[in-house]
């Protein structure tokens, strides 16, 4: 690990301690350097991670035309990114889902993108994390060797 040393003015430095504080981070380092993950990942395409998990959090109109069935349909079409989905009701008209999705980060981020861009949704987010995602045939315990995924975060 390389120390580098950064001046910020007070005010930036007093919003930092702001995030260390809210989120409970042990300390400023702790905090920039999640911000500057943040940060390449999020201007630099060439730094974006070839293979993710994602989280999709949208609110939306349930009463809007056809909106539950376009979410579902683009589920359905890419059924393979798709690990789960859960629905809270947050009135008589509003939902809020949220959406865990796996896979190419060029793939999931479009699909994500999409459904928040239907008709009907009015806030949503995409949270994506760098992974690698291996198919791999082994046993756990005493059971037989079948072949799973599993997805480590880098």
Do not use: W
Not at 43 to 59: D, G, K, L, N
Not at 77 to 99: C, F, K, Q, W
Not at 100 to 119: F, H, Q, S
């Amino acid at each position: 690990m390389q120390r580098i040393t950064i001046t910020f003015d007070d005010e930036l430095a007093d919003e930092i301690d702001k995030l260390v504080k809210q989120r409970g981070y042990q300390n400023r380092s702790e905090a920039v350097r999640d911000l500057v993950r943040a940060g390449i990942v999020e201007t630099q395409p060439e730094h974006r991670p070839a293979e993710c998990v994602a989280s999709v959090i949208y609110v939306y109109d349930q009463g809007t035309r056809e909106l539950p069935k376009r979410l579902a349909n683009a589920y359905q079409e890419h059924h393979d990114l798709s690990v789960a989905t859960m629905r809270i009701a947050l009135d008589e008209d509003t939902s809020m889902d949220v959406a865990v999705l796996k896979g190419k980060t060029t793939e999931v981020k479009p699909l994500a993108e999409r459904i928040i861009a239907e008709r009907g949704v009015r806030h949503g987010r995409i949270v994506i994390i760098p992974a690698e995602i291996k198919s791999e045939r082994h046993s756990h315990g005493k059971r037989q060797a079948r072949m799973h995924e599993h997805i480590r975060v880098r």
